[in-house]
Antibody, heavy 117, light 110 residues
Framework: EVQLVQSGGDLIQPGGSLTLSCAAS????????LSWVRQVPGKGLEWVSV???????YYAGPVKGRFIISRDSSKNTVFLQMTSLRVGDTAVYYC???????????WGQGTLVTVSS | QSVLTQPPSASGTPGQKVTISCSGG????????VNWYQQIPGTAPKLLIH???YRPAGVPDRFSASKSGTSASLAISGLQSEDEADYYC???????????FGGGTRLTVL
C-alpha cells in the first residue's frame, strides 16, 4: 500500500522560508515522479513542481526561483523548500507520486501553509 | 483563469448519467494524456482516470472518460450520492512547461 505522509505546514511571515516534507512508503522516491500541488481553500488545484526519476525538476512560473524540490533516498522522502514566501503562497500543499507522467497516482494528506503578518 | 476549461457546476439525480467537459488546446490536451481527479470536500484529490480513459484499480466502471482532439470528457453513469465531489482534469502543457488543471466542476447529486 502506498502512503505519503506530509509534515511541515505552518504560519509564516511574508519573506520567510519553510520546508515541507513528504515521507513515502510503498514506492521509491528514486523511481517515481514526485510532485507538489497546492490548493487555496475553496479554490482549484495548482501544480507547483515535479522531480522526474532522473532528477530533472520543473517548476510553475509563480514559484520558479523561490521553491526547490528535492529528495532523500535514504529517508525515502521528498521535500519542498520554500523561500521568499508571499501571501499568495497561502494554500494547502499536497505531495503526490506517479509511475507515469503527467499524473498524480497517489496523494499525501495535505498540509496548510499560511503566509501572513 | 485556468488553461483548461471546465463547467463550474454539474448536477443530476440518482441513476442518471452526467458528463463533464474539459477543453484545452494543441499545446496541452492535443499533445498529452489527460487525467481526471475526484476531490471530496475536505479530503485530498484522488486519481479517477489516467491516460485519457483508463480506470485505476478500485474505481467503479460507472466512471468513464474519452478524449478527442483538444477536448476531453468524463462521464458518470448510474449517479450515486457518494459521487458528489469536485472533479478536475489535468495534463501537461508544452508551452508553459508545466502541469495545467481545469478549474474544477462541482457535481451535485440532487
Amino acid at each position: 500500500e502506498v502512503q505519503l505522509v506530509q509534515s511541515g505546514g505552518d504560519l509564516i511571515q511574508p519573506g520567510g522560508s519553510l520546508t515541507l516534507s513528504c515521507a513515502a512508503s510503498g514506492i521509491s522516491v528514486n523511481v517515481d515522479y514526485l510532485s507538489w500541488v497546492r490548493q487555496v481553500p475553496g479554490k482549484g488545484l495548482e501544480w507547483v513542481s515535479v522531480m522526474h526519476p532522473d532528477g530533472k525538476t520543473y517548476y510553475a512560473g509563480p514559484v520558479k526561483g523561490r521553491f526547490i524540490i528535492s529528495r532523500d533516498s535514504s529517508k525515502n522522502t521528498v521535500f519542498l523548500q520554500m523561500t521568499s514566501l508571499r501571501v499568495g503562497d497561502t494554500a494547502v500543499y499536497y505531495c503526490a507520486s506517479s509511475t507515469g507522467w503527467p499524473g498524480f497516482d497517489y496523494w499525501g494528506q495535505g498540509t496548510l501553509v499560511t503566509v501572513s503578518s | 483563469q485556468s488553461v483548461l476549461t471546465q463547467p463550474p457546476s454539474a448536477s443530476g439525480t440518482p441513476g442518471q448519467k452526467v458528463t463533464i467537459s474539459c477543453s484545452g488546446g494543441r499545446s496541452n490536451i492535443g499533445s498529452y494524456i489527460v487525467n481526471w481527479y475526484q476531490q471530496i470536500p475536505g479530503t485530498a484529490p484522488k486519481l479517477l482516470i489516467h491516460s485519457d480513459s483508463y480506470r485505476p484499480a478500485g474505481v467503479p466502471d460507472r466512471f468513464s472518460a474519452s478524449k478527442s482532439g483538444t477536448s476531453a470528457s468524463l462521464a458518470i453513469s448510474g449517479l450515486q450520492s457518494e459521487d458528489e465531489a469536485d472533479y478536475y482534469c489535468g495534463t501537461w502543457d508544452t508551452i508553459l512547461d508545466g502541469v495545467v488543471f481545469g478549474g474544477g466542476t462541482r457535481l451535485t447529486v440532487l
